[in-house]
Antibody, heavy 122, light 107 residues
Framework: QITLKESGPTLVKPTQTLTLTCTFS??????????VGWIRQPPGKALEWLAL???????RYRPSLKGRLTITKDTSKNQVVLRVTNVGPVDTGTYYC??????????????WGQGTLVTVSS | DIQLTQSPSFLSASVGDRVTITCRAS??????LAWYQQKPGKAPNLLIY???TLQSGVPSRFSGSGSGTEFTLTISSLQPEDFATYYC?????????FGPGTKVDIK
């Protein structure tokens, strides 16, 4: 059974760095074809893909945020960490991590964590 | 970036209705499209992948079709638990993008 759970601060001050951890079970990030991604959702708005890390440590970022995002993995701990630097109010929202598997030639986000709400405010 | 538009953005329907949601891509994305259902306060749930393949465990009243730039999600007979917001997502190229969502409400 695949599960993922996000953890991190609920409140962050503007200009600080937000660090979120995704702890997962039921799969290994060293398995070919597997990835973990981060997606966020501002309150009342649509989903926004942020970053993705693959089993081979290939990393992809949303270009508009690329300079502020860093994604890393710790395979031994079954964790993926996302760092967002210099946060502002627009970074407020629910952050999800999700398991990605290659199916039919593309990778789809099959399993999602419950999400964690982050508020950026002074 | 590939832009996705969804229509309608909101629809009001009754239990038992047939519902169709359209997703259009700004560029050809082959069949690399997914549909998700999201209920308030919950994570998205994958319904359809590869444009038309039903995810395991998803009721057969959900179906997807299309390729290239135009895609549809159909619910053949709307059930009470289907009232939610539906998103499409393209996985043809980075950055992966989502549509703005379609909220399905009770009439």
């Amino acid at each position: 059974q695949i599960t993922l759970k996000e953890s991190g601060p609920t409140l962050v001050k503007p200009t600080q760095t937000l660090t979120l951890t995704c702890t997962f079970s039921g799969f290994s990030l060293s398995t070919t074809g597997v990835g973990v991604g981060w997606i966020r959702q501002p309150p009342g708005k649509a989903l926004e893909w942020l970053a993705l890390i693959h089993w081979d440590d290939d990393k992809r970022y949303r270009p508009s945020l690329k300079g502020r995002l860093t994604i890393t993995k710790d395979t031994s701990k079954n964790q993926v960490v996302l760092r967002v630097t210099n946060v502002g109010p627009v970074d407020t929202g629910t952050y999800y991590c999700a398991h990605r598997r290659i199916i039919a030639g593309a990778g789809y986000f099959e399993y999602w964590g419950q999400g964690t709400l982050v508020t950026v405010s002074s | 970036d590939i832009q996705l538009t969804q229509s309608p953005s909101f629809l009001s329907a009754s239990v038992g209705d047939r519902v169709t949601i359209t997703c259009r891509a700004s560029q050809v994305i082959s069949s690399y499209l997914a549909w998700y259902q999201q209920k308030p306060g919950k994570a998205p749930n994958l319904l359809i992948y590869a444009a038309s393949t039903l995810q395991s465990g998803v009721p057969s009243r959900f179906s997807g079709s299309g390729s290239g730039t135009e895609f549809t999600l159909t619910i053949s007979s709307l059930q009470p638990e289907d009232f939610a917001t539906y998103y499409c997502q393209q996985l043809n190229s980075y950055p992966f993008t989502f549509g703005p969502g379609t909220k399905v409400d009770i009439k």
